[in-house]
């Protein structure tokens, strides 16, 4: 399935009409529909994540195996007749020898096996910095060209084939950046810097999520990593980089004096048309490009000018806590005309 931005879309969802317990187990074994892997640790999308993968399937496995020979032990300690093995017998053998002969070489597998995810990073990775707030993603590139920052929200994008280093912090309380089919879980600290890297060769969208508790709206701060072609990725970034698009049409214009006319510019920066010194203070999301966004409210809404109006008039309502007030008190001509403007901006 792919998107209006025509990206094939790796995220969560199974439409079913049978109980919920049962569509929810289905959803968890079986995954999803065809080219919408799950957002788990159990679909692994780049090589960090199946080095995760890997040591995973291994203790489900051996879980497994020991789990079915306890069930024969006590199968057979329930059978009537004398007992054949002595009881220091069973104590030394499964009580000691077994448990410690198994995990001694769980322990040298998963050590042996997650050294190769403190492999050195590249020298020419490209560094993405994300910075967590309540509740939604700031995310930073560096423009190639003028070396000046690109900022956007709730959604990276990477190039297929190389490695990225994603310099994580925290603004205000501590989160955790997870996309479990590219990477381990980071904590996002206030005031500290950490990293990770992740690189997958398979383009695709893969969704991450807030996996630290950070209050009212944490299960509401979701993100996603776009892997795109190089080329693609090249001129995403060197559009990323220009100002904002002169509004075409008279909807459009009208709309970006509506912006200006509710001093929506304090909070948010669009570049080149509405920026105020204290959006500098990073309040809000940059939306100078935001119309080029799959989701709206760190993946609440799929990004369409309906869910636009509606994210607009009634952000409390899906977000209640967020710093933005709902501004449903807008006549509805001037909501059609604001969320007019902001599709433009791509």
């Known amino acids: 399935m792919a998107n209006k931005h025509g990206v094939a879309i790796a995220g969560a969802g199974v439409r079913s009409h049978v109980v919920p317990f049962a569509a929810g187990f289905a959803f968890l074994l079986s995954g999803c529909e065809k080219n919408r892997p799950l957002q788990s640790v159990l679909h692994p999308g780049g090589g960090d994540a199946l080095v995760i993968s890997d040591i995973a399937w291994l203790l489900f496995g051996g879980g497994t195996v020991i789990f079915a020979g306890v069930m024969v032990l006590l199968a057979f300690s329930l059978r009537d007749g004398r007992r054949s093995v002595r009881p220091a017998t069973w104590l030394i053998g499964a009580g000691v020898i077994f448990p410690v002969t198994v995990l001694s070489a769980l322990l040298i597998y998963s050590v042996v096996r997650s050294q190769q995810l403190l492999t050195p990073m590249s020298q020419d990775a490209l ?11 700031e995310v930073r590139y560096r423009d190639p060209a003028s070396g000046r920052d690109i900022t956007l929200a709730n959604e990276i994008r990477v190039p297929a084939g190389r490695p990225v280093y994603l310099a994580l912090t925290s603004d205000d309380v501590l989160h955790s950046f997870w996309v479990p089919a590219l990477a381990g879980k980071v904590d996002m600290l206030p005031g500290r810097m950490t990293r990770l890297r992740i690189q997958t060769d398979r383009p695709g969208v893969f969704r991450g999520q807030c996996a630290e508790y950070c209050g009212e709206q944490h299960a509401r701060m979701a993100l996603h990593v776009v892997v795109e072609e190089p080329q693609a990725f090249d001129a995403w970034l060197g559009n990323q980089a220009k100002p904002a698009s002169t509004p075409s049409g008279v909807l459009a214009e009208r709309g970006r004096a509506i912006f200006l006319e509710q001093r929506c510019s304090a909070c948010h920066t669009i570049r080149g048309a509405a920026e105020e010194t204290v959006a500098a203070n990073s309040l809000a999301p940059d939306l100078t490009h935001i119309g080029s966004r799959m989701f709206l409210g760190a993946g609440i809404l799929r990004n369409d000018p309906q869910n636009m109006r ?6 409390q309502s899906f977000k209640h806590g967020a710093r933005m007030p709902s501004f449903n008190e807008l006549e509805s001509e001037k ?12």
């Open 127 to 137: 560094v993405v910095s994300v910075t967590g707030k309540m509740w939604w993603w």
């Open 310 to 315: 509606d994210w607009i008039a009634q952000t």
């Open 335 to 346: 909501l059609h005309a604001l969320s007019a403007y902001l599709e433009q901006l791509k």
